[in-house]
Each structure stands twice: as C-alpha cells, then as structure tokens.
C-alpha cells in the first residue's frame, strides 16, 4: 500500500505524463472514452474518464454516466450531479478503497459527474463507477474496458465489494443498453446472470475489478440460478393441521383457484389466521416470468439475499398500525411498499378493522388497476399490485357477536364496527365468509383436506382458466372483464332465475352480480364443468352473505348460512 502523501510524484501527475489537448481537439472519442495514450497531443493537464453505471429509480434502472474529471488545482474530490447523501460519501469510501487496495490517489481536483443531472441518484451503488472512472482517469486501468463494461457495487474502505439492492434492475439495464458485460459483487452474480446475454463478471474486491478490466483475469462465469426457497407464509404449514372448518377451507380452495380476494370474520382463535397462512401453499407455483418480477421487486426492496430466483409465492401480513405508503409504496424516494411486495402473491390484512382508514383507501387504486402510480415532484413511479387479499376480522368489538350471551357490544357497537371495514375495499372482495367456533367433535375428526390434495384442484381449475382466457390478457377468473363475463359465463335458464331471485331479495348490486359470476365460473371450473349451471350460481351466492354497509341486523346470526 502507498502513503501517496509521503511520495514526491505520483505515477500520472509526473511531469512526463502531463497532457495537453490539440487546440480546439479533445482527447476523448465520439463515444466519451479516452483515445489511446500514443495517440495523445501535448496537453494542458485535465483528464476525462467515463464509466456506466445506473440508478435505481422505481423498480427499473436508468443508465448513468459517471464522469471523473481531473485537473490541475489544490487536491479536492467533489461528486456532483443530484446525488443523494450515500452518494456524496461514496468519497470517503471510494479514497480509502482506492489507497488500501494499492492504488495512488492522484492529489489534484477531481470532480465526478453523475449524468444526466434530473436523475435523482441513490445508494452506494455508485461507489464502484466512481473508483474506476478516477483509477481510469489517472491511467491506473485502461478506458478502452470502459466501453465494454458497466460497473455496480458498494466499496468497503478495505476496498472489497459490497452486495448493493436491485442488481437484477440493473443487469437489465446494462442489457437493454447493449452494453456487453457488469462487473459487480460476488454475491450477486447469480441473480445478474438471470439475465440473458450479458456477461456477467462477480467479483470480490477493487483489485479484480481493475483485473477484469484489464483482461488479466477471466469474469467468473456464475453458477446456474438454483431454484429458490418454498412458498413464504409458513413453510411447514400445511391444511391437513386445520380440525373441522370444511367450509371455510373449501372457500380458500375456490379463492386460491379463481385468484379471489376473500375476507374471513369470526370471533379469536378459531384459525383465521391460520388459514390464511396456508394459502400460498396451495397455490401454483410461480412461473419464470412471474419470478423474476417477485425476484427484482424483492431486489429493489433489499429482501432478496440468498438464491437467485424466488420461487416461492410472496406472503405479506403487515402489522395494522401500518401507514399508507407503508402499504402502497412512498417515500422521498418511492420505494416499493407492501401492496407491491406481495405482488403475484398474498397480502394478509389480519384484523382488518384495526387499520387506519387512509391506509385501506390506499388500496384501492391498486386493487383497481394492479398496480400503483407514486408521484414525487415531476416524476412518477409505477409499481405492480396484482395480489390476492386476504384479510381477518372480529364480527365485532369483542369478538363474539352471534354468539348467543357472549357477546357485550351493543348494535351501535356492532355498527361501527362494520362501518370500519365497509366501503372500497369490501367492496372488491368476491367471498366473504364465516369461521365460526368448531365443534368438539370437529376437532376431533381429521381434517377437511391436505395442502397437497387441494393444491391439485386449484392446479386443475387454473389450467382450466388459462386454456380458455389464452390471448385475452387475463389470468384468472377474479379478473374477468363484463366482456369476458358474458362470453364465458352463459348461464342456464335456471341458473339466471336463481340469480335474478337473488338480485331481487339480496339487493345485489350490479358490481355484486358480476362477483357472483366471477366466483361461479370458478365453483364450476373446479368441478371441471363447463358451463355455469344452477348450483354453481347458489353456492357462489352463499360464499357472499351481504353487500357491504349493511346494517348488522340485515345479516344472519351464522354468518355461513345461505342467503333468504
Ligand atoms: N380449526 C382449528 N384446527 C386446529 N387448530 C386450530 C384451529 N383453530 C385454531 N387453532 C389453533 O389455535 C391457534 C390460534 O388460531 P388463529 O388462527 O390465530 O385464530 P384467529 O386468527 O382466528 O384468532 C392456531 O395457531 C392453532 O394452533
Ligand atoms: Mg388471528
């Protein structure tokens, strides 16, 4: 290591390679990299060196030039160009980096760039562009690399590579760039090389960076993506531990099939929340373009460490004191929130009347369009929301309301209690059911089904769906447009008595008919029917006991009975 103060000339501050620029010339190609040194005219001393880098800005990244100039002056070391405070302290990282891994700090102005200027630059993912554009700028690697290679990674002083959020955004960038290879972290080679045709080189500290660069050392070739942990939720979890509940875990089964948003109300312990932790099991899994979204929202949120793909489902249960932009996505930086986190997945909001009003208007956008749209000044980020809810609640304040003595909440308890979930959100929910307390001898007996067995079903339904929505954009019945509706859901003549019998004595509302069919062409595609008969109609009917807003008489006492 060189203490660069205690030596008299530094490697490229020597007079001999001072350099002059032609009148009116510059040293530096059409495409900004600097033209071989024997090609070099005298010169007036100030060097240019260009690095790609990217930055993060939603869930994708943006090309960002990283420039380093150095000049004659007083030593000085500025980073400019809208960064952010991490950024700004990459200069601190990036001296020490540079000096103990051997290399000369040159002592003369230097000024780094971060191009374009609008971008709003964040994280210590800018470090390594910085170190390698200064060791380029003073001679210490070749520019000619440059052209060929972006660089991402966090420096530590001792100048070893830090592991830094979204490589996989940025992998794709360098790809959509063109660009032929990323020098980046170790670590996360893998989940770079999910990327196709782009070389990737991981590597451990600055030396090899500078190494790679100067074709002295092979990019390690990272190994091939193994395939991720399971579903998230509760991995051991599995139906087959749940006692009695045949109707309520039939429920899950029909929202896990047709893509439902589903809410659960009954009084504490009688496994609501349970429940809810074994749906990502029995859904499919996830397939590759699925999972590299999950992957680079879980990168950009900085939860992705371990294998390079996720496969397993997302299940999100945020506490209900959760904010707003907790739950949607916010920030001074817009950053992915809860909604996006479980997207292709689950997001469970256990005892749903706790949550804070603004917070469960929040979703509505999102549930809506599938995705949310975070607005910071000028810029807008997009962020996909396309999640099952599953949320849990009391019947009331206490817990026990239809529990015949037990309960102690008056109707206008009860009422406000209802009025907390109702609106938007309840809305959106196509089933909503009871679990009651279960019976001593439902405890005793075995169980209403196995993960495995109903995960079978909900596969069968599903490849049902995608043969017939093939070519419309649409996954699963919970999405099914009007349009799609009336072209897959030809009911029967009895089946639409039964419903305009129910139209008439439940007050459905058009929103709530189109539920009705919606959760109807899932009862049917499970049974492997192919139309929409009578009873499919009523048993969507009673998985739906009132519209939302209600007042609490108009509901039975068993929430599970059927509607009339
Ligand atoms: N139907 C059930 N079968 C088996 N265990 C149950 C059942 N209901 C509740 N439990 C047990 O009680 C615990 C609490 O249940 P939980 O799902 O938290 O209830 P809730 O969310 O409805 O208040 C569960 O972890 C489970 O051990
Ligand atoms: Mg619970």
Redesign the pocket.
Known sequence: MSSHGARSVCRWTGGAQERRRPAGGTPFNRRGTRVPRDTWLPSVGAVLSRVTAFAIDGLDSRPVTVEVDIRAGLPAFAVVGLADKAVREARERVRAAVLNSGFEFPQRRITSNLAPAYLRKVGPGFDLAIAVGLLAASGQVPAEALERWAVFGELSLGGELRPARATLSVAEGARRLGIEGLVLPRERAAEAALVEGLRVAGVATLREVTEVLAGERRAPTPPPAPAAHESEGEPEADLG?????AEPVEALVIAAAGGHHLLME?P????????ARRLPGILPPLDRAEAIEVTRIRSVAGLHAGPALAAGRPFRAPHHSISASGLVGGGAVPSPGEATLAHHGVLFL?ELSEFARPALEALRQPLEDGHVIVVRGQHASRFPTRFMLVA?TNPCACGFAGEAGRCRCSDADIARHRRRLSGPLLDRVDLLIG?PR?SAD??AAGPAATSTAARERVLAARERQARRLVGTGVACNARLTPRLLRRDVALSGTADAALRDAHERAHLSPRGRQRVLRVARTVADLEGAERVGTEHVLRALSLRQHEPGEEPDARSATPAAAPG
């Open positions: 531990d749940v006692r009695g509940h009954g504490p312990g009688t496994g609501k929340t349970m429940l256990d849990a679990v279960p439902d405890l």
